[in-house]
């Protein structure tokens, strides 16, 4: 899987890959955390999903989604020290969170990565984002164009 990811988003120039991708809104003060915590309290949505491993792996966090999936739906689960999964991040439609204490890992980049194969964006597909969210998605591009080397 982290291969064909790679040369997915790899086969594209920066302008390519960035098609689709629209607006450089403010960034929005919205109650992240209330928005992971919803989605962790709703285990059916994302307990049996198939797991993937980060392109960059990070102990203790997979993702998971399904990608035949017509909805762009994408989680980050962290395996707790208890054994417990929860949901620390999500990309769904053109929303994406991370947990505030999940935060600095790097995960936004990955949910677009993954949010990419599973359903790329383009013409038909748009995805609008805010001025860090615009950055998030430069820097998985740029970071799947330093792991293909």
């Known amino acids: 899987m982290r291969d064909e990811l790679i040369l997915a988003v790899t086969a594209l120039s920066e302008e390519e890959f960035m098609k689709g991708v629209i607006g450089n809104y403010p960034n929005v003060c919205v109650d992240i955390d209330a928005i992971i915590a919803a989605y962790d309290f709703d285990?059916?949505?994302?307990?049996?999903?198939?797991?993937?491993?980060?392109?960059?792996?990070?102990?203790?966090?997979?993702l998971r989604y399904d990608r035949r999936a017509t909805e762009r739906l994408v989680f980050a689960v962290w395996k707790h020290g208890d054994g417990q999964l929860h949901v620390v991040g999500v990309f769904c439609d053109d929303t994406i969170a991370v947990h505030t204490e999940h935060q600095r890992q790097k995960l936004g980049r990955e949910l677009v990565l993954a949010g990419y194969v599973q359903r790329p964006w383009g013409d038909d597909s748009l995805v609008c984002v805010t001025q860090l969210g615009r950055k998030t998605f430069l820097s998985a591009y740029q970071h799947a164009k330093k792991w293909a080397q």
């Open 43 to 62: 285990r059916k949505t994302w307990n049996t999903l198939p797991e993937w491993e980060l392109l960059e792996p990070k102990a203790d966090y997979v």
